[in-house]
């Protein structure tokens, strides 16, 4: 069990071993509609004021909320009896809720002094690398006013293409962008599990791992814990996080007293080291988006080259699927469907289309203007497996 430490859920001897130390002062907070609810379909105006409560008793911290809870917020006023189901019933009462949900939030922020602001992101947000950094300057911004951003995925114009789909990797995300030093998983449970405490009398709670592998292996093997707290997402998300050298907390957000620890960086749950060796920012950038829209399928040759450090010139490409702009972040991938690489791309997907397969003259002669023949450069392209779990 290399250097994690666990120990009883209600007490009992702990095995002491080395402790994270506190981490930074930026803290991305992920708060998800189960305990914003407390577990009934409402959102619970206590449950949100702890939160503000111990934000403001770290007033050196800077603190990002990543809050889900607007369909919970909207759906009664659909004349609905329960959250719905369906994708446009979800969606119009996120958009009722999501204004109900800041208000609730702004108040509670109020009530010590504190202002709140809204930021609703979409993965293409996340994935344009304009959109990325405007949306970073703007929220380090707020960061350096004071402010304390609120963070939701925009459901009501959310569709498949454009969907995080869950919001710990959107949390992780959202760390990244702001160049947080700490990711905390607030969930009720007190963080990850060796088993699933209400059929298994030994299990134990992990204090620390050095990665999230560590705990699948440790803890996944049985099946009930999978579900327990949705930390299949959770462990996901620790892991883009980690590739970025940001470690994740996954903790109780129900004890006022652990939520202080958790702002204050100190150690509390379940703390989950960072990578060794973190990716710069761009490639971690490029490694972690989600839903790209565009890919590059290359030969066998082009494998090799790209693996090497290579230019991806037109000669190894035999097709291009998906619709994508100049300056976008495509995937490049073998005939088989592997993803070898993904990188910026430096030609839209027609005029690729149009010189794949080509040598540079031709290239040239085929799009009848100076373009120059690489479509992916190594430098901006980052590669499958140069670190654990990249270019997924």
């Not at 759906?75 to 958009?95: I, W």
């Not at 949306?135 to 004071?146: I, W």
């Not at 059929?199 to 050095?210: F, G």
């Amino acid at each position: 069990m290399n250097n994690h430490t666990i120990r009883a859920i209600g007490g009992g001897a702990a095995v002491a071993n080395e402790e994270p130390a506190p981490v930074g002062r930026r803290v991305v907070l992920k708060l998800g509609s189960r305990l914003l609810t407390g577990g009934t379909t409402q959102l619970d105006p206590q449950r949100l004021s702890s939160v503000a409560r111990a934000i403001a008793s770290a007033p050196e911290q800077q603190v990002v909320i990543v809050s889900s809870g607007a369909v919970a917020a909207g759906f009664r006023a659909l004349g609905l009896s329960a959250p719905p189901t369906q994708l446009d019933e979800r969606q119009a009462a996120a958009a009722v809720g999501q204004g109900r949900l800041m208000k609730m939030w702004a108040d509670a922020f109020a009530e010590v002094g504190l202002v709140v602001a809204q930021v609703l992101l979409t993965n293409d947000c996340l994935t344009d690398r304009k959109r990325y950094n405007a949306a970073r300057g703007a929220m380090k911004a707020l960061l350096r006013a004071g402010i304390v951003p609120i963070v939701n995925e925009n459901d009501t114009v959310s569709v498949e293409e454009i969907v995080v789909g869950d919001n710990d990797n959107l949390a992780a995300m959202t760390a990244a962008l702001v160049d947080a030093d700490l990711l905390a998983l607030l969930t009720d449970v007190p963080g990850v599990l060796t088993g699933d405490p209400e059929h298994d009398p030994t299990a134990r709670l992990v204090e620390r791992a050095s990665g999230p592998a560590e705990l699948r292996e440790l803890c996944f093997a049985k099946k009930a814990v999978e579900s327990k707290g949705g930390m299949v997402t959770k462990l996901e998300a620790a892991e883009r996080a980690g590739r970025y050298g940001i470690p994740t907390v996954i903790a109780d957000g129900t004890d006022l007293e652990a939520l202080k620890e958790v702002v204050a960086g100190r150690p509390a749950g379940t703390f989950i080291a960072a990578d060794t060796q973190p990716l710069p920012a761009r490639e971690h950038w490029m490694a972690t988006q989600k839903g790209l829209k565009g890919y590059l399928v290359i030969d066998d040759g082009a494998v090799r080259a790209i693996r090497s450090k290579a230019s991806l010139l037109p000669r190894g490409i035999v097709g291009v699927r998906g619709r994508f702009r100049r300056g976008d972040l495509v995937s490049v991938v073998d005939a088989g469907g592997t993803e070898h690489a993904r990188g910026i791309v430096r030609f839209d997907d027609r005029e690729v289309d149009r010189i794949r397969g080509l040598h540079t003259a031709e290239v040239r002669a085929a799009l009848g203007v100076e373009h120059g023949h690489v479509v992916m450069r190594p430098d901006r392209m980052v590669l499958a497996g140069e670190r654990e779990g990249t270019a997924r």
